[in-house]
C-alpha cells in the first residue's frame, strides 16, 4: 500500500474543517477522507520512491509517470464517458462531468450524442511549450489525458491561454457560476493581463494536475512562464507554488479525483501521484521539504503494473491508406523472465492482421525499470469498417496472463472545404482575435489550423496553433512586429487548402511587404477619406466589404492616391499585395 504522508495529510484536513474552511457538503466529509487514505494504487507502483527527498524524490516520480501509453487525439471522445461522467444519470443519460461550467446540472452535454459544443480542453495550455516542442500533438503532452478535460466551448475560449489565478472581483471579465476570467489580485498572474479562476470545488484538482503536469513534463522548455519556469526541479514561479499549495490544502481530494485517476490509469497506464498521496506535494514543494519519504517496499509475486487487465485502446478513426499508432507502456515488479506478447482475434482472425506489434518478447530488465518499456502498436486498416483484436501479456513469472483490447475505425479519405480566413477583431497593443468562416455543418472535422508568421526586422517565426471553434485568441503581439495567420481544417491527418491570409499589426493596417510582395500601407481620415502609401505603381486593387461583397475595383494605385468610401469595413487586395489589408472607415 502507498501510505506515506496519510496522517499528516488526515491532520490538516480535521483542522481545515474545524476552521470551517472546505466548501464541501459536510454528508460528504469524512467518506472523502475515507477514500483519499485508499487511492488504488497499484503494489509495487511507487516502490523506488523510499528514502528519496527534494529534487531526487521529483526526478522519480518523473521517471515513473512519464513513460505512458500515448493516445491519439482523435480517440479522445472515446475516454471521456470513462474519466469525466457524473456518478449519477439522469433521465436515462450518462452526463458530461464539465469542470468549466455546471451545464452537466441542466443536462446541456451527455454521452454519447450530446457534445456538441464541448472542447478537449487542455487545462495546462498547449502554446506554453516552447519552439522546440510546437508540435503538440505529436508528443505526449499533447494528448495526457490526465490534464486533457471535456470543456463548454465558450467557457473554455474565454479562459484562452491565461494563467490559473485568484480574479480580483471588481475587474471580472467573464464568468458562467463555475469558471471566472479577470484582473487577477496583485501579486498573481505572472505578467499575464487576465487569469483564470476555477470553482473553488474544483481548485484542488487542477493545483493537483498542475503538479502532475511539472513533474511528468519538467524535461520540457515552457514559451510562456506565467506560473512555471524552465528548471527540472521546483519548475514553477513562487507565486504559482504558494497559490496551488492553498488550493490543494483547502480542496483535498474528491471521489471525483480518485475516480478520474483510476480510470486513466486504466487507459494510458500512469497515475497522478499527488491524488494518489497529496502529501507528495508537501515533500517536493511545501512544508516538509528537506524530509526524506518513506514508502513500504514491494517484495511480492511478479506482477504486471501497467497495461491494466481488460482495459481498451482506441486508436480512433482513422482514413484509409493512413496508420495510427499508440505506445503502450509495459512496466512491471519482480519479474523473472520476459514478458511475452501475443496478438490474436479467434472469432474474425482478418481483424488481428489490421494491428502490429514491434516486438513479441519484452526482457524482464526493460519493464521492471521504473519507466518500463515502451511497445508500439500499429494500426493499418486496409478496408473501411470497424475492427478490433486483442493484445496478450504472459509469461515473465507472472500468474495467469493480462490482455486489453484494440480497436479501430477506417473511414473514406475525407473531402474538406477551403476556409475563408476573416480580418481579425478585438485589436489591442498586444492582443488580437483571428477568425474565419466555420467549416459547412456537413463536413465533419477533428479541429482547426491556425499558421502563424510574426515579422520582425525582415525575419519571421512560423507556428502552429489549433482550435476546435472558428476562431482563436492571440496575447504575443509585441511593439514593431507583424502578424499574418491563415487557416486550414483538419480531418483524419488530411487538411483542407490554405486559406486566405489576414496580415495585422496593432495600427490594424498592413503597411510591410510580404514574401517579395509590394509594399502596400492604407490609411483612414475622418469621413470616409483613405489614402495610399507604396513605393511603386499596384495594378488590379479590389476592395471586398466585410461579407466578402466586390464593391469596387481600381486599375491603379500610385503614390498618394486618395479615394472615398461609405462607413464601414473593408478588405483590399491589389495584384503586388495578396495579403489583405483590412480598413475601418468612420
Request: hydrophobic fraction near 30%; proline fraction near 5%.
Amino acid at each position: 500500500m502507498f501510505k506515506s504522508g496519510i496522517f499528516t495529510y488526515f491532520c490538516k484536513f480535521l483542522i481545515l474543517f474545524s476552521h470551517g474552511m472546505l466548501r464541501n457538503h459536510i454528508a460528504l466529509t469524512l467518506s472523502i477522507i475515507t477514500l483519499s487514505l485508499n487511492a488504488a494504487a497499484p503494489e509495487g507502483y511507487y516502490s523506488s520512491l523510499d528514502g528519496l527527498r527534494d529534487q531526487s524524490l521529483k526526478d522519480r516520480l518523473h521517471e515513473i509517470i512519464r513513460s505512458h501509453t500515448r493516445l491519439s487525439y482523435n480517440s479522445l471522445w472515446d475516454y471521456y464517458p470513462e474519466t469525466d461522467v457524473y456518478p449519477e444519470r439522469k433521465n436515462g443519460r450518462s452526463l458530461v462531468w464539465d469542470m468549466y461550467s455546471d451545464n452537466w446540472n441542466n443536462e446541456k452535454y451527455y454521452y454519447p450524442n450530446g457534445t456538441r459544443g464541448l472542447n478537449r480542453e487542455h487545462s495546462v495550455p498547449k502554446s506554453w511549450w516552447g519552439s522546440g516542442n510546437d508540435a503538440i500533438y505529436d508528443f505526449q503532452a499533447g494528448t495526457d489525458i490526465m490534464h486533457l478535460f471535456p470543456s463548454d466551448g465558450d467557457a473554455n475560449m474565454a479562459k484562452s491561454n491565461y494563467p490559473l489565478g485568484e480574479v480580483d472581483p471588481s475587474q471580472v471579465t467573464f464568468s458562467n457560476g463555475t469558471s471566472t476570467v479577470g484582473i487577477p489580485i496583485q501579486g498573481q498572474g505572472g505578467g499575464s493581463s487576465r487569469v483564470f479562476e476555477p470553482d473553488d470545488e474544483y481548485k484542488g484538482d487542477f493545483a493537483r494536475v498542475y503538479f502532475y503536469m511539472v513533474t511528468c513534463y519538467q524535461d520540457y522548455e515552457w514559451r510562456y512562464t506565467y506560473m512555471f519556469s524552465n528548471n527540472s526541479y521546483l519548475s514553477m514561479q513562487s507565486w504559482a507554488i504558494d497559490m496551488l499549495l492553498d488550493w490543494s490544502r483547502n480542496d483535498p481530494v474528491s471521489q471525483k479525483e480518485l475516480d478520474r485517476n483510476d480510470a486513466v490509469y486504466a487507459i494510458q497506464g500512469n497515475r497522478n501521484p499527488f491524488v494518489d498521496d497529496p502529501e507528495l506535494i508537501e515533500y517536493i514543494w511545501g512544508d516538509r521539504q528537506g524530509d526524506q519519504y518513506t514508502v513500504e517496499h514491494y517484495e511480492g509475486d511478479p506482477v504486471l503494473i501497467s497495461p491494466v487487465q481488460d482495459s481498451d485502446i482506441s486508436f480512433g478513426e482513422v482514413a484509409i491508406g493512413r496508420t495510427q499508432s499508440v505506445d503502450v507502456n509495459v512496466r512491471g515488479a519482480g519479474l523473472t523472465g520476459s514478458i511475452t506478447v501475443q496478438l490474436y482475434n479467434r472469432e474474425n482472425p482478418g481483424d488481428a492482421k489490421m494491428f502490429s506489434i514491434a516486438t513479441s518478447s519484452i526482457p524482464a530488465s526493460s519493464a521492471n525499470n521504473n519507466s518500463g518499456f515502451t511497445l508500439r502498436v500499429t494500426y493499418s486498416p486496409t478496408s473501411v469498417g470497424e475492427h478490433s483484436a486483442r493484445l496478450l501479456f504472459s509469461e515473465g513469472g507472472i500468474t495467469g496472463s493480462v490482455g486489453l483490447g484494440l480497436k479501430g475505425e477506417c473511414l473514406p479519405v475525407p473531402t474538406l472545404s477551403t476556409l475563408t480566413a476573416l480580418p481579425a477583431t478585438n485589436v489591442t497593443p498586444t492582443s488580437y482575435r483571428a477568425e474565419w468562416t466555420a467549416a459547412p455543418d456537413d463536413e465533419e472535422i477533428d479541429y482547426y489550423v491556425v499558421t502563424r508568421r510574426i515579422y520582425e526586422n525582415g525575419t519571421y517565426t512560423e507556428s502552429e496553433e489549433q482550435s476546435e471553434v472558428n476562431y482563436l485568441d492571440f496575447t504575443d503581439m509585441q511593439p514593431g512586429t507583424t502578424h499574418t495567420y491563415y487557416v486550414q481544417s483538419s480531418r483524419l491527418g488530411f487538411r483542407s487548402d490554405p486559406s486566405n491570409t489576414i496580415t495585422i499589426n496593432t495600427a490594424g493596417i498592413a503597411p510591410v511587404a510580404v514574401e517579395g510582395m509590394a509594399p502596400l500601407a492604407v490609411t483612414t481620415y475622418e469621413g470616409g477619406l483613405l489614402r495610399f502609401t507604396c513605393e511603386e505603381m499596384h495594378t488590379g486593387c479590389r476592395i471586398h466589404d466585410i461579407s466578402g461583397r466586390l464593391i469596387r475595383t481600381l486599375p491603379t494605385i500610385e503614390q498618394g492616391m486618395t479615394i472615398n468610401l461609405p462607413y464601414g469595413a473593408y478588405l483590399i487586395t491589389t495584384d503586388q499585395c495578396h495579403t489583405p489589408i483590412k480598413v475601418l472607415v468612420r
